[in-house]
Every structure is written in structure tokens, then in C-alpha cells.
């Protein structure tokens, strides 16, 4: 009698405790019947729907519009004076795979030698990340994470910014990573003279043909009995028969030329540029040739001393106008948050609000080959959508609820845990503290 | 004789009226001040909250009235603001634009060294800045050593070839010290103090002990009445550690995690010196308390993280702690990138802990400036302070905010309407014609690591 009676003491005693632990509350995401009401929907490929609902059902979008019948057990959100806006997409990034730049040991974006295009950034991906919490509150859902260095660095990826497994979290597309060779002066190659550039330039185009002429050649001969094990020359194979898109970085205007020269003759139909800083220059070619770029970072010092400071802030909306399709990107690992401030940038500086908005949704959906599943606020799509103040470039503007999946994420970062846990320290300063006993002179 | 003694006042007089005459003449010579009559504009006056429709006079590159209705005097050129934002001009109180070099990275004190020695006024990061609505920065000494060199408070006064033109006159001295990963990474790399942060203090104590030992010496000197005394030996490096210690120079220090920032107030409490500003400072908020009671400040990154384990575990919730706690807080550039926008770094902390707009527009004004000890010239729109000016269109707390016109001492060196592309000064007739740079973060960030990779390279060769 007694033990039950102290099992039942400590039913009771056990969820008081929880609940006055509330701080310490692990925080989870959710899935489930969302209905998202009153809100100011801007669908992106649709237009906006006013005072509209938004319903999402087991991760997908079940219904929008003015005049949608909430179903008994949906959970509802009122979002009453705020907005829904499809998640934002970074379309180059780190992100996962690098955690502290400094340290070697936290960075996984880079493998030893030049030509590694089998190398797998779904597999480095660190699904704890702590920047990856720290990005999502912001509004941003999916990003493109991709390997850099050498020639051909590796396989990048499509990520969605919740999941428990790369697997979870991957969005549905990669693509090959080329860096082409560059007759820039940048970084390391600052101080090699015009000649010995050029020189860097040949070498490196000779080993880029090299792996192409091999991978065209795999294309052919491929299940012929032949072929030997050659994964860095098999993971091109895609790239040659079009179902996997590669990805060029270029920023020079000589070597986009070059570039663009270079798919044409490849014929290679799934082909973006990315970087591009120097795209304002050559944009009619950029556009004649059908290729799409990712562009950014927007807030960027401009390529040469000459040029008008405000060059990389109105580069994307020049492109656009010559009849470019833009995405942009940060080019960030853990700021990666700041992607609507790199679209308000090139909002104000010629490519008005709602390019800018698309540079960052559909454009860049569509650039990384899942469009069909995220970048719109569509019935049928992925229920990656955030829900805001306002407009989601202003700076001041908050991201109140954010669902990755049909998921809702819980609005929390180690950024904000320190914020609640350091605002009104405890115990603040005390009075006999040797920092503060100043001794006179 | 009364011939005699007027003649000999008027040679006084004249001999006063050519000094007076001569010193103004330098003065006034040196750099050039503006009238303006700026109309109509939404002047953000960020001490005296928000004037609609309000015009600022300008006269002899101060700011002579500020008011309703303004008539312009004879030759003044009058500015329409319309619908435009008028604040004060933009304070960096972290660069290195405009300078030659950074670091001085020889020895763990080079105190004797000065940044008003390396000031470059042919580098275009000026005019980029002045785009972005600046008009001074705080060209700082970098981060590899303890106790770094002076610094330089700076006016962008762009287009003179003449360094001394940019130096912001009278501004009070500052140095820069260094705790943590960037000076002990140095030690270690040679196998001597600093390799840790206990040596940090320990070279901080010792130093300041020594600098006490000197002024002790240099003070009993003075004090011998012996006509054969014999001078101690001088040694400038000591001097201005002494001139630390008598306040006569502003510290700022390059720091990130709590526990230096602490040990520093410690120490400088232990000294009796009292005035300093933490650089960087992205653990401050966890010691804000601290500070505030220290009377001690800190300039910081609206959202930088993450590049360096003593980052890792910092909030872009800084700047917002900081303030709440009562610490004069500025938001800082560190980078010829950044510094182009810092009005928008700014409103960051408008998403990252809801400053008031006076709040959020303090930290790029009159908070860098106090932390520059120029807040009675400048960081504020007020009658008799410096016509330091920025017009926007748009407010300038929104990302959609275009920097239009930026005045220097009435003087205006951008204006967006008339921009040329090429605003260089000095073309190296060397230089390729398409010389095409893509810039990465390391070059951005010039205080922080790429130094500290050049200053480990300086004694590795000499191993």
C-alpha cells in the first residue's frame, strides 16, 4: 500500500518537475496537418493571395488559396497581418561542411588533388551543424552545398535544412563542380606575372580536356566490358549524356567567354555558370548562349580598381535584364542567413523586389533541378515555407514560423539560447569584483 | 621714447598677427571646408530624435543652423533633400582602409610604432566607403602582437595626395592590443611567450611594470636638483606605454572570448587605466555587466562567426545584450567590403534584438565616436559640430536604402547623381589592364588571420 502510494506521489511529482523545467525543454520539430490562416500569401509562380490559407498535410502542400475548408484536425496558425513566402534557396554554399574555417579538422569541402569529381558532399554533410539552426529561423530552407578547390572538386547537393541523416535531408539533385581555369589575379596567383598566368591558364584548360575527352570516351565504350573502375571519369559520365547539371565557376569576362566557347563546343546541355562577377560585362553573350548562372556574393567588393563601386551590387540585375535567368547565392557557410539581404541588395540596385525574390525561389529551384518538388508555393510541392512579419529583405523584418519537410521547426539556435541565457545575466556583476576596483594612480 | 615703445608694440603686434596669420593659413590650407544648405530633408539628428522636413546650413564645414525655411547665403549651394534621409556621416571603428600596412609584428610590443606613418591616400576603399555613407574610419593597427602600434583616426577626405590631409585633427591618441588565438599563435609558432593566455596577462604585466619602472626613473631625474644628472635613457616604446598609463591614450583591444575580455579589465584595474574599447568583442555580452561597470566598450560585428574556434560560440544578438546591459557599443567593419554597408550592419540588430532606430543608427555614429573620443566633433547632427553628412534615399535602416551624397567637413566628395566608375587617383603604370581580382573573405578580413600567417612566415625564415 505504502509503494503505491509513493508511485502515485511520484506520477504526480514527475510531470510538475518537467513542466517546471521548461528552459531546459528539448525543443523538436513537427510534423503533422498544418493550416496556416489569414495570411498574405505570395506564392511566387501564382501571384499573391490575400487574407489566404495555406494547407499543409504529411510534408506537402495540400492547398492554398482565398477560400480553403480547414479540416477538423489540423492544427491552425493564425497569421493574421504576417506573410508566407516559399523558403528561401541558397544556391552556393558550404553549409554542413565546414563548421570552424580556421581548423583543418572541420572542414570537409576540400579533397587532395585537382581532379575529384567523384567525391560526394551528401556524405561530408554534418546534419548537427550548429549553422544549420542559425540559418533556417532565418526564412532560409534548402541550400546547394558544393566542394571547392583544384579542378573538378566534387559533387555538390541539393539540401533541405532538416534532417536527422544527409539522406533526410537531401532535396533531390547534385551536380559536378568545375572550377574553370581562371586568368584572374585572385588569392594565391596575385603576384605571377601576365605570362606565367596564361601559362597557369593553358595547363589547366589541357587537364580539363584531358578528363572530358576521357569521360566522352567512357560515355561510348560504358558497359562494353572494357571499361576498368575509373570514378573520377565515371562520376562525369552524367554531365556528357545531360541527366546531371555541372556547374562552372567563372568570374573573369575573358574566361566566361572562354567558358561559353567551351560548352558549345562540348555541347553539353545542363550546364550554369556560377560566381559570375564579372557577368555585367558580357551579359548579352551570357544570354545569347542560354545559360543560366548563380550569382553572388551581391554585397562584394567589385573585381578591379576601376570599376563603379556599386558593380556587384547591380550585376545581377543586369544579367536579368539582358535576359539572363538569375539565381543568387552568398557563397557562405555560416552566414548563409544574410541570403535576403544579398537579394534586397540586388533588389535595390535594378532588379527590383520580385526578380530578386525569384533569384532566390524559383530561379534557383529550377538552376539546381528541383523545382518540381520546392521553390513555389504550389499544391502538390514540398512544404518548405516560412511565414513572416513582412517582407522578408527588410532587416528588421522577423521570421515567426518555418516548415521544412511539412516539418515545423522549432525557432531556435545556439545564437538565440545564448541571447534568452545572457540578456539579464544571473548573477549579474558583483559589487567586490577585481575587474571593476579600479586602483588609483 | 613713446616713439620707441610703439614702435615696439606694433613690432609685438605684427610679430602676434604673422603667428596668427601663419598657423590659420596651415590650418585652413591643409583641407578644404564646405558651405551648404542641404533643404526639406527627414534629418536623422540620432541626439535629438527625427526632424521632417528640415534643412542643415553649412558654414565653413560646421553645422551653423539647423531649421525650418533656411535661406542660403549669397554663393551657397542649396541641396534639394526631398524625400530624402539626412543623417550623420558613418564611423568605422574598426578598419584598415587606406593604409599601407597593418602590422608591426617583430616583437610582442611595438608600442613605438604609428599608423599615421602608413596612410595611404591612394587607396579607391576610400571612395567605396565614402559611397557607403562614411566619412572617418579608425585605421587600426592589426592584431599579431600584444601590444600593437597607434592607431589613426581618419577623415575620407579622398582626392588629396597629401596623407596628412586625412588624419582627423586633434582626435585623441589610440593604440591597439591583442588577447587570444591571433598573438598566441604567434608565440607558439617560435616557442615563446605568448603561447598561451595565461602568457597574454603575464606580457600585458610585465610591460605595464616596466613602463612604471621608466616613468620612475624619468621622474626622479626631473626631480634631481644635481646639475650633472644624467639623463635615463629614452626609449619611445616605453613612453607611450607610459602615456597609457596617464590616460593619454585610448586602448583598443582585439578580443573575442569573455574570459580575456575579463582578465584585461583585471589588469587594466590593477593599472589604474581606465580608458578602453574592446575590438571584435564577440563574447562581450556574456561579461556585459562587467563592462558597464568598468565603463569600458566594445565595437563588434553585427552577425561575423564561426571563422575561428574563439568565434564559435558567439550570438548576432552582440550588439543588442551589449547595449541592454548599458555598454556603449559601436558595429564595426574590420573589412573594405563591409564597410561599404554598415548602415545596413546596423539594422541587423533591429532583427537580432529590436533596437530603436536612434538606438540602431548610435552604433555606426555617436558610439564609434565616443569610442574615439571625437564625439564632441563629430556622430550627431547638431549646430557646431563638423558638417560630416550622409543623404540616402530611403530610410537608411532599410536594406532598400541607396547612399546618395556624403559630405566631409561641408565638402562633397560622392555624390551617386554624378558618379564616375573610375574613381582612382594613381594608376600603376605596371598594372595589367584587366586586372581582375576576385576577393575572398581572407582578403576582406585584413586584421585577422592573413597577418598572423605572414607574421608566423617572418620567423619561420629567421629559424
Same mark, same amino acid.
Not at chain 1, 556587384?312 to 543586369?318: C, L, R, S, V
Not at chain 1, 541565457?421 to 575587474?435: H, I, M, Q, Y
Not at chain 2, 582585439?254 to 581606465?274: C, N, P, Q, W
Given at each position: 500500500?505504502?509503494?503505491?502510494?509513493?508511485?502515485?506521489?511520484?506520477?504526480?511529482?514527475?510531470?510538475?518537475?518537467?513542466?517546471?523545467?521548461?528552459?531546459?525543454?528539448?525543443?523538436?520539430?513537427?510534423?503533422?496537418?498544418?493550416?496556416?490562416?489569414?495570411?498574405?500569401?505570395?506564392?511566387?509562380?501564382?501571384?499573391?493571395?490575400?487574407?489566404?490559407?495555406?494547407?499543409?498535410?504529411?510534408?506537402?502542400?495540400?492547398?492554398?488559396?482565398?477560400?480553403?475548408?480547414?479540416? @477538423?484536425? $489540423?492544427?491552425?496558425?493564425?497569421?493574421?497581418?504576417?506573410?508566407?513566402?516559399?523558403?528561401?534557396?541558397?544556391?552556393?554554399?558550404?553549409?554542413?561542411?565546414?563548421?570552424?574555417? *580556421?581548423?583543418?579538422? $572541420?572542414?570537409?569541402?576540400?579533397?587532395?588533388?585537382?581532379?575529384?569529381?567523384?567525391?560526394?558532399?551528401? *556524405?561530408?554533410?554534418?546534419?548537427?551543424?550548429?549553422?544549420?539552426?542559425?540559418?533556417?529561423?532565418?526564412?532560409?530552407?534548402?541550400?546547394?552545398?558544393?566542394?571547392?578547390?583544384?579542378?573538378?572538386?566534387?559533387?555538390?547537393? #541539393?539540401?533541405?535544412?532538416?534532417?536527422?541523416?544527409?539522406?533526410?535531408?537531401?532535396?533531390?539533385?547534385?551536380?559536378?563542380?568545375?572550377?574553370?581555369?581562371?586568368?584572374?589575379?585572385?588569392?594565391?596567383?596575385?603576384?605571377?606575372?601576365?605570362?606565367?598566368?596564361?601559362? @597557369?591558364?593553358?595547363?589547366?584548360?589541357?587537364?580539363?580536356?584531358?578528363?572530358?575527352?576521357?569521360?566522352?570516351?567512357?560515355?561510348?565504350i560504358e558497359g562494353s566490358g572494357d571499361v576498368r573502375d575509373y570514378p573520377e571519369i565515371e562520376a562525369l559520365v552524367p554531365v556528357v549524356k545531360g541527366s546531371m547539371a555541372l556547374f562552372i565557376e567563372v568570374n573573369a569576362a575573358k574566361d566566361i567567354l572562354t567558358a561559353l566557347e567551351w560548352i558549345k563546343?562540348?555541347?553539353?546541355?545542363?550546364?550554369?555558370?556560377?560566381?559570375?562577377?564579372?557577368?555585367?560585362?558580357?551579359?548579352?553573350?551570357?544570354?545569347?548562349?542560354?545559360?543560366?548562372?548563380?550569382?553572388?556574393?551581391?554585397?562584394?567588393?567589385?573585381?578591379?580598381?576601376?570599376?563603379?563601386?556599386?558593380?556587384?551590387?547591380?550585376?545581377?540585375?543586369?544579367?536579368?535584364?539582358?535576359?539572363?535567368?538569375?539565381?543568387?547565392?552568398?557563397?557562405? #557557410?555560416?552566414?548563409?542567413?544574410?541570403?535576403?539581404?544579398?537579394?534586397?541588395?540586388?533588389?535595390?540596385?535594378?532588379?527590383?523586389?520580385?526578380?530578386?525574390?525569384?533569384?532566390?525561389?524559383?530561379?534557383? @529551384?529550377?538552376?539546381?533541378?528541383?523545382?518540381?518538388?520546392?521553390? *513555389?508555393?504550389?499544391?502538390?510541392?514540398?512544404?518548405?515555407?516560412?511565414?513572416?512579419?513582412?517582407?522578408?529583405?527588410?532587416? $528588421?523584418?522577423?521570421?515567426?514560423?518555418?516548415?521544412?519537410?511539412?516539418?515545423?521547426?522549432?525557432?531556435?539556435?545556439?545564437?538565440?539560447?545564448?541571447?534568452?541565457?545572457?540578456?539579464?545575466? #544571473?548573477?549579474?556583476?558583483?559589487?567586490?569584483?577585481?575587474?571593476?576596483?579600479?586602483?588609483?594612480? | 621714447?613713446?616713439?620707441?615703445?610703439?614702435?615696439?608694440?606694433?613690432?609685438?603686434?605684427?610679430?602676434?598677427?604673422?603667428?596668427?596669420?601663419?598657423?590659420?593659413?596651415?590650418?585652413?590650407?591643409? =583641407?578644404?571646408?564646405?558651405?551648404?544648405?542641404?533643404?526639406?530633408?527627414?534629418?536623422?539628428?540620432?541626439?535629438?530624435?527625427?526632424?521632417?522636413?528640415?534643412?542643415?546650413?553649412?558654414?565653413?564645414?560646421?553645422?551653423?543652423?539647423?531649421?525650418?525655411?533656411?535661406?542660403?547665403?549669397?554663393?551657397?549651394?542649396?541641396?534639394? +533633400?526631398?524625400?530624402?534621409?539626412?543623417?550623420?556621416?558613418?564611423?568605422?571603428?574598426?578598419?584598415?582602409?587606406?593604409?599601407?600596412?597593418?602590422?608591426?609584428?617583430?616583437?610582442?610590443?611595438?608600442?613605438?610604432?604609428?599608423?599615421?606613418?602608413?596612410? &595611404?591616400?591612394?587607396?579607391?576603399?576610400?571612395?567605396?566607403?565614402?559611397?557607403?555613407?562614411?566619412?572617418?574610419?579608425?585605421?587600426?593597427?592589426?592584431?599579431?602582437?600584444?601590444?600593437?602600434?597607434?592607431?589613426?583616426?581618419?577623415?575620407?577626405?579622398?582626392?588629396?595626395?597629401? /596623407?596628412?590631409?586625412?588624419?582627423?585633427?586633434?582626435? /585623441?591618441?589610440? !593604440?591597439?592590443?591583442?588577447?587570444?588565438?591571433?598573438?598566441?599563435?604567434?608565440?607558439?609558432?617560435?616557442?615563446?611567450? /605568448?603561447?598561451?593566455?595565461?602568457? =597574454?596577462?603575464?606580457?600585458?604585466?610585465?610591460?605595464?611594470?616596466?613602463?612604471?619602472?621608466?616613468?620612475?626613473?624619468?621622474?626622479?631625474?626631473?626631480?634631481?636638483?644635481?646639475?650633472?644628472?644624467?639623463?635615463?635613457?629614452?626609449?619611445?616604446?616605453?613612453?607611450?606605454?607610459?602615456? !597609457?598609463?596617464?590616460?593619454?591614450?585610448? =586602448?583598443?583591444?582585439?578580443?573575442?572570448?569573455? &574570459?580575456?575580455?575579463?582578465?584585461?579589465?583585471?589588469?587594466?584595474?590593477?593599472?589604474? !587605466?581606465?580608458?578602453?574599447?574592446?575590438?571584435?568583442?564577440?563574447?562581450?555580452?556574456?561579461?556585459?555587466?562587467?563592462?558597464?561597470?568598468?565603463?569600458?566598450?566594445?565595437?563588434?560585428?553585427?552577425?561575423?562567426?564561426?571563422?575561428?574556434?574563439?568565434?564559435?560560440?558567439?550570438?548576432?544578438?552582440? +550588439?543588442?545584450?551589449?547595449?541592454?546591459?548599458?555598454?556603449?557599443?559601436?558595429?564595426?567593419?574590420?573589412?573594405?567590403?563591409? !564597410?561599404?554597408?554598415?548602415?545596413?550592419?546596423?539594422?541587423?540588430?533591429?532583427?537580432?534584438?529590436?533596437?530603436?532606430?536612434?538606438?540602431?543608427?548610435s552604433l555606426i555614429t555617436l558610439n564609434p565616436a565616443k569610442q574615439l573620443g571625437i564625439e564632441n566633433r563629430v556622430g550627431s547632427i547638431e549646430v557646431g559640430k563638423d558638417a560630416d553628412l550622409a543623404l540616402f534615399e530611403g530610410h537608411p535602416l532599410s536594406v532598400y536604402a541607396i547612399p546618395v551624397m556624403t559630405f566631409v567637413d561641408g565638402v562633397k566628395y560622392f555624390d551617386r547623381a554624378n558618379d564616375i566608375k573610375d574613381q582612382?587617383?594613381?594608376?600603376? /603604370?605596371?598594372?595589367?589592364?584587366?586586372?581582375?581580382?576576385?576577393?575572398?573573405?581572407?582578403?576582406?578580413?585584413?586584421?585577422? &588571420?592573413?597577418?598572423?600567417?605572414?607574421?608566423?612566415?617572418?620567423?619561420?625564415?629567421?629559424?
Amino acid at each position: 500500500m505504502k509503494r503505491v502510494f509513493q508511485l502515485i506521489i511520484i506520477a504526480i511529482m514527475v510531470p510538475l518537475l518537467s513542466f517546471g523545467q521548461e528552459d531546459d525543454q528539448v525543443m523538436k520539430a513537427r510534423g503533422g496537418k498544418f493550416a496556416l490562416t489569414n495570411a498574405k500569401i505570395y506564392t511566387v509562380t501564382n501571384g499573391i493571395i490575400e487574407n489566404g490559407t495555406l494547407l499543409i498535410n504529411n510534408g506537402i502542400i495540400e492547398a492554398v488559396g482565398a477560400n480553403v475548408k480547414i479540416p @477538423a484536425d $489540423a492544427e491552425v496558425i493564425d497569421c493574421k497581418g504576417k506573410e508566407i513566402y516559399p523558403g528561401m534557396i541558397d544556391s552556393g554554399t558550404k553549409l554542413g561542411l565546414s563548421e570552424i574555417e *580556421s581548423i583543418a579538422e $572541420a572542414n570537409d569541402f576540400s579533397e587532395s588533388g585537382d581532379l575529384t569529381p567523384q567525391m560526394q558532399a551528401l *556524405s561530408a554533410v554534418n546534419p548537427n551543424s550548429v549553422s544549420i539552426p542559425v540559418t533556417r529561423v532565418s526564412g532560409v530552407t534548402t541550400v546547394w552545398t558544393a566542394p571547392a578547390g583544384g579542378v573538378l572538386p566534387g559533387t555538390a547537393a #541539393t539540401i533541405n535544412l532538416f534532417g536527422y541523416t544527409p539522406d533526410q535531408m537531401f532535396a533531390g539533385s547534385k551536380g559536378i563542380i568545375m572550377n574553370f581555369p581562371s586568368s584572374g589575379g585572385g588569392g594565391r596567383f596575385r603576384r605571377r606575372s601576365p605570362e606565367e598566368q596564361a601559362k @597557369a591558364v593553358e595547363r589547366a584548360l589541357k587537364t580539363v580536356n584531358d578528363a572530358w575527352d576521357k569521360a566522352e570516351l567512357y560515355a561510348k565504350i560504358e558497359g562494353s566490358g572494357d571499361v576498368r573502375d575509373y570514378p573520377e571519369i565515371e562520376a562525369l559520365v552524367p554531365v556528357v549524356k545531360g541527366s546531371m547539371a555541372l556547374f562552372i565557376e567563372v568570374n573573369a569576362a575573358k574566361d566566361i567567354l572562354t567558358a561559353l566557347e567551351w560548352i558549345k563546343k562540348r555541347g553539353y546541355k545542363n550546364v550554369v555558370l556560377t560566381g559570375v562577377a564579372e557577368g555585367w560585362r558580357v551579359a548579352d553573350k551570357i544570354a545569347e548562349a542560354k545559360v543560366p548562372v548563380v550569382a553572388g556574393p551581391v554585397q562584394a567588393i567589385p573585381t578591379r580598381d576601376s570599376d563603379a563601386y556599386d558593380a556587384a551590387y547591380a550585376n545581377p540585375a543586369i544579367m536579368h535584364k539582358a535576359g539572363v535567368k538569375v539565381a543568387i547565392r552568398t557563397g557562405d #557557410t555560416e552566414n548563409v542567413r544574410n541570403l535576403p539581404y544579398h537579394a534586397g541588395f540586388a533588389a535595390a540596385y535594378g532588379m527590383g523586389k520580385e526578380e530578386a525574390l525569384k533569384a532566390i525561389t524559383i530561379n534557383a @529551384a529550377q538552376i539546381l533541378g528541383v523545382s518540381d518538388q520546392i521553390g *513555389s508555393i504550389e499544391v502538390g510541392k514540398k512544404a518548405n515555407v516560412f511565414v513572416s512579419t513582412g517582407d522578408p529583405f527588410e532587416t $528588421a523584418t522577423k521570421i515567426t514560423n518555418v516548415f521544412i519537410d511539412g516539418y515545423l521547426i522549432p525557432m531556435t539556435s545556439q545564437q538565440i539560447r545564448l541571447y534568452d541565457e545572457f540578456l539579464n545575466r #544571473t548573477p549579474g556583476v558583483k559589487k567586490n569584483d577585481p575587474a571593476i576596483q579600479i586602483k588609483k594612480k | 621714447m613713446t616713439d620707441n615703445k610703439i614702435l615696439n608694440d606694433m613690432k609685438k603686434n605684427i610679430f602676434v598677427l604673422t603667428i596668427m596669420l601663419f598657423t590659420g593659413f596651415v590650418a585652413n590650407a591643409q =583641407v578644404k571646408k564646405g558651405d551648404v544648405l542641404i533643404k526639406n530633408a527627414t534629418v536623422l539628428t540620432v541626439t535629438k530624435g527625427t526632424l521632417t522636413n528640415t534643412d542643415v546650413l553649412v558654414s565653413g564645414g560646421k553645422i551653423s543652423r539647423i531649421g525650418k525655411g533656411l535661406n542660403a547665403p549669397n554663393g551657397v549651394q542649396e541641396i534639394d +533633400a526631398t524625400g530624402k534621409f539626412l543623417m550623420p556621416g558613418i564611423i568605422d571603428a574598426h578598419s584598415h582602409i587606406a593604409l599601407s600596412a597593418v602590422n608591426e609584428g617583430t616583437s610582442q610590443v611595438t608600442s613605438e610604432v604609428q599608423m599615421g606613418d602608413v596612410i &595611404d591616400p591612394f587607396d579607391v576603399s576610400i571612395y567605396r566607403a565614402l559611397a557607403g555613407g562614411v566619412t572617418s574610419t579608425h585605421a587600426l593597427h592589426g592584431s599579431a602582437n600584444v601590444i600593437g602600434g597607434e592607431s589613426e583616426t581618419l577623415k575620407l577626405r579622398y582626392g588629396s595626395t597629401n /596623407p596628412e590631409d586625412l588624419k582627423f585633427e586633434n582626435a /585623441p591618441r589610440t !593604440i591597439k592590443f591583442a588577447l587570444g588565438e591571433n598573438p598566441t599563435r604567434g608565440g607558439r609558432s617560435r616557442g615563446i611567450q /605568448p603561447s598561451s593566455r595565461m602568457g =597574454v596577462e603575464a606580457m600585458l604585466r610585465n610591460s605595464f611594470t616596466d613602463a612604471q619602472a621608466y616613468r620612475a626613473k624619468w621622474n626622479a631625474y626631473k626631480a634631481d636638483k644635481n646639475p650633472r644628472k644624467i639623463a635615463p635613457e629614452y626609449d619611445l616604446r616605453m613612453e607611450t606605454l607610459v602615456d !597609457i598609463l596617464e590616460g593619454r591614450v585610448l =586602448v583598443h583591444c582585439h578580443s573575442y572570448r569573455a &574570459d580575456e575580455i575579463y582578465m584585461l579589465m583585471k589588469v587594466f584595474a590593477d593599472f589604474g !587605466i581606465t580608458k578602453l574599447t574592446y575590438q571584435h568583442a564577440n563574447e562581450a555580452y556574456k561579461v556585459a555587466p562587467e563592462l558597464a561597470e568598468f565603463g569600458a566598450m566594445a565595437s563588434v560585428f553585427a552577425d561575423w562567426w564561426a571563422y575561428k574556434l574563439e568565434v564559435y560560440y558567439s550570438t548576432a544578438y552582440n +550588439a543588442t545584450i551589449l547595449t541592454r546591459n548599458g555598454v556603449t557599443t559601436s558595429i564595426n567593419s574590420d573589412s573594405g567590403e563591409l !564597410i561599404r554597408h554598415l548602415f545596413h550592419e546596423a539594422a541587423k540588430t533591429q532583427k537580432y534584438g529590436d533596437l530603436t532606430d536612434e538606438e540602431a543608427l548610435s552604433l555606426i555614429t555617436l558610439n564609434p565616436a565616443k569610442q574615439l573620443g571625437i564625439e564632441n566633433r563629430v556622430g550627431s547632427i547638431e549646430v557646431g559640430k563638423d558638417a560630416d553628412l550622409a543623404l540616402f534615399e530611403g530610410h537608411p535602416l532599410s536594406v532598400y536604402a541607396i547612399p546618395v551624397m556624403t559630405f566631409v567637413d561641408g565638402v562633397k566628395y560622392f555624390d551617386r547623381a554624378n558618379d564616375i566608375k573610375d574613381q582612382r587617383i594613381y594608376v600603376n /603604370p605596371e598594372q595589367a589592364v584587366e586586372n581582375v581580382t576576385i576577393f575572398n573573405r581572407e582578403d576582406q578580413h585584413r586584421c585577422m &588571420d592573413t597577418e598572423v600567417v605572414s607574421f608566423e612566415a617572418l620567423f619561420s625564415n629567421n629559424k
